[in-house]
């Protein structure tokens, strides 16, 4: 079946513009994760949804960020005002299940701000 | 300091010879996970070892785990220049946590032809 897919592939916003990424999870997994990737660096979590729970946010940096999930699908990050910081490659995960499961990546959206 | 941290940071090796990296983190875990990236884009998951595990195979991967010294080992055996890519661990905590997998900085192979 279909893996993880997020668009845009590539996003290049001017500073102070809002931009919006999303991601469509494997049908099914019940999990998903959005995570944030500079260059040459690890991976940033960002934001975890759990079924119908409410999602852990304690990653996001700031305000700015924000993310949700419709029927417990597809998932979108919004970042307000972006700033020249905010570029990065903001990467998708989904799992079967929580618990550590083993994550399915998207290719990520590569954001750059100018 | 991050939950699994990768050691090196980066290796660079010949084609056929055997490639370790290593990661230690800090906390309790459910499992420990490697995921393998090409050029910036998604990870690829590789193995998972549980905590109740020292040993697992995978063609070419062996993955071992200390959980005294909360560390775990790649061995990729008989590499070749398409290994060449970031490799990061990643630990899954035990139940009741909310974010249950954190990834360490990685670690950059590359495999010279």
């Known amino acids: 079946g279909a893996g993880v897919s997020q668009s845009p592939s590539n996003k290049v916003t001017e500073k102070g513009k809002d931009v919006e990424l999303r991601c469509d999870p494997i049908?099914?997994?019940?999990?998903l994760y959005w995570y944030r990737q500079s260059l040459g660096q690890g991976l940033e979590f960002l934001i975890y949804?759990?079924?119908?729970?409410?999602?852990?946010k304690s990653g996001l940096p700031s305000d700015r960020f924000s993310a949700e999930r419709t029927g417990g699908s597809v998932s979108t990050l919004t970042i307000q005002r972006t700033q020249q910081e905010d570029s990065a490659v903001y990467l998708c995960?989904?799992?079967?299940?929580?618990?550590?499961?083993?994550?399915?990546f998207g290719p990520g959206t590569r954001l750059t701000v100018t | 300091s991050q939950q699994g941290e990768e050691d090196p940071q980066a290796l660079s090796i010949q084609e056929g010879e055997n490639a370790t990296m290593n990661c230690s983190y800090k906390?309790?875990?459910?499992?420990l996970q490697w995921y393998r990236q090409n050029s910036g884009r998604g990870l690829v998951h590789l193995i998972l070892?549980?905590?109740?595990?020292r040993e697992k195979h995978s063609g070419r991967l062996r993955v071992t785990l200390d959980t005294s010294k909360k560390s775990s080992s790649l061995l990729i055996t008989a590499s070749r220049a398409a290994d060449t890519a970031s490799y990061f661990c990643?630990?899954?905590?035990?139940?009741?946590?909310?974010?249950?997998?954190?990834f360490g900085s990685g670690t950059q192979l590359t495999v010279l032809p």
């Open positions: 995960a989904s799992s079967i299940t929580s618990g550590g499961s083993k994550q399915y």
């Open positions: 049908s099914g997994h019940t999990a």
């Open positions: 949804f759990q079924g119908n729970s409410a999602p852990d």
């Open positions: 906390t309790s875990i459910n499992n």
């Open positions: 070892i549980r905590s109740n595990e």
């Open positions: 990643a630990t899954g905590s035990p139940r009741g946590s909310a974010r249950q997998l954190t």
